[in-house]
């Protein structure tokens, strides 16, 4: 990047109150040339960023099954600590948070957030996605872990 480029970012930059742009471009002023930082700044109070589609950061869900609200199953016992296995669904939720997926606090309910994450969990590892708590579920989380 040459001094001009440099000199034109920064003021577009200092123009949004960054403090540390406002010093390069004095900097960088002094080092180029009147008729050239003139036509960077001119360039600069005209320049204008691309507005992104309005569509480019929404993601939608064409599988009708994530449409559907899911049954509220609750467990029979509350999870524990230790994650025993009598409870499959809070201890699919225990190994869900321990990947990063976001069902919330782990309280032994089948809730929306907890199906959601089954089934994103199912969809990123090439399984069918149905959103329902197996064994076979709980073992390939289990091994995600190691």
């Known amino acids: 990047m040459n001094s001009a480029e440099a ?13 540390d742009a406002q010093k390069r471009v004095s900097v960088l002023s002094q080092s180029l040339a009147p008729a050239i930082v003139d036509a960077v700044h001119s360039k600069a109070q005209s320049w204008m960023p691309l507005q992104p589609p309005t569509n480019a950061n929404v993601v939608t869900i064409q599988d009708p099954a994530w449409q559907q609200s899911p049954p509220v199953v609750q467990s029979q016992t509350p999870p ?32 929306a957030r907890t199906t959601n994450a089954v089934r994103l969990f199912q969809l990123q590892s090439g399984w069918k996605v149905t959103g329902e708590i197996t064994s076979d579920l709980i073992t390939q989380l289990q091994a995600k872990l190691g």
Not at 81 to 98: E, F, H, I, M, N
């Open 80 to 111: 524990d600590k230790t994650g025993s296995t009598d409870d499959p669904v809070g201890r699919a939720q225990q190994l869900l948070t321990k990947l990063g997926f976001n069902i919330g606090e782990p309280d032994g309910k089948l809730g």
């Open 7 to 19: 000199l034109f970012w920064d003021t577009s930059a200092a123009g949004q109150n960054d403090a």
